[in-house]
């Protein structure tokens, strides 16, 4: 018997409300941080700077929101259920000139929390 639960079959629930506005969420995060929303910003190791959490303003102008995994226009996956029934796997060639380098950034984004 797999430790892992089958998430495939799981229900999502409604949403009971509105989304928070980006206001209600800073000001949410610097109570519970007890420092300025400003302070919580860091940058990924991509170099994509983040902020602590996004409100409804931040994905306004998103068009892809309404699509569905699995379904054209692939924006959010091959697979309806995604990759919880199976791992991704590494599809394309890195582009890297060495193995060594390939090895590196690999290692780099696993240490970085991808799995894989």
Known sequence: MSSIPDLSQATLGDVVQEPASTEAIEQAATEAAGRPVEDLRFAAPEGIDLQPAYGSE???DVDH????PGFA???RGPYPTMYVNQPWTVRQYAG????????AFYRRNLAAGQKG
């Open 65 to 68: 929101l309404d699509t569905r």
């Open 96 to 103: 890297f000139s060495t193995a060594e380098e390939s090895n």
């Open 58 to 60: 931040a994905v306004a």
């Open 73 to 75: 226009p692939f924006l």
